[in-house]
């Protein structure tokens, strides 16, 4: 396992000005995400793989963009990264596994467990050889979208001491 820091560059851009005459009213706001680099975290991180990583090794990220708000307002291009992965087979697999979960949690099917019915809301992917389940995420609510599952590949770098 290893703690790797995801380098971003966010830029935001209000889509809908907030109504000074409704106290509730929060506006509308898009966020665009570029993800530039994956390197060693030295000091703190936001993702920690399943397998071990070094300087040079090509790996995949999925991550996930999605739209949250309010009756008063929404933002867009909320950022959630998932895992990092070695084989792009796998990467790519779980990102079909996002879209299916949150397929199904749009249009429910229960499924039959015992007497009670159980909604599939989960992530079950492969990492590495090892199976790993996960809730589907914050994209997931009344007022959230999934707008896109990403899956880029980068050459992982050693993070700078500055």
């Keep these: 396992m290893t703690k790797l820091v995801i380098e971003d560059k966010c830029y935001t851009s209000v889509t809908r000005e907030v109504n000074p005459d409704d106290d509730f009213d929060q506006g509308c706001t898009h966020t665009d995400v570029y993800v530039n680099s994956i390197n060693i ?3 703190w991180h936001n993702l920690v793989s399943s397998f071990d990583v070094n300087p040079g090794d090509k790996i995949y990220l999925v991550y ?3 739209t949250t708000g309010s009756t008063f307002g929404s933002a867009s291009g909320n950022v959630v990264y998932v ?4 084989d792009s087979d796998e990467a790519y697999a779980l990102e079909k596994e996002i879209n299916q ?7 429910p099917k229960p499924k039959k467990k015992g007497k009670q019915q159980e909604y599939d809301y989960w992530l079950d992917y492969i990492n590495d050889g090892k199976l ?5 995420g914050p994209w997931t609510g009344y007022f959230e979208t999934l707008d896109n599952t990403h899956v880029e590949s980068f050459v992982v770098g050693e993070e700078d001491d500055d």
């Design 83 to 86: 895992d990092v992965f070695k």
């Design 64 to 66: 996930v963009t999605y």
């Design 132 to 136: 790993k389940k996960v809730y589907t």
């Design 101 to 107: 979960a949150y397929d199904n949690f749009k249009n």
């Design 41 to 43: 975290a030295n000091r």
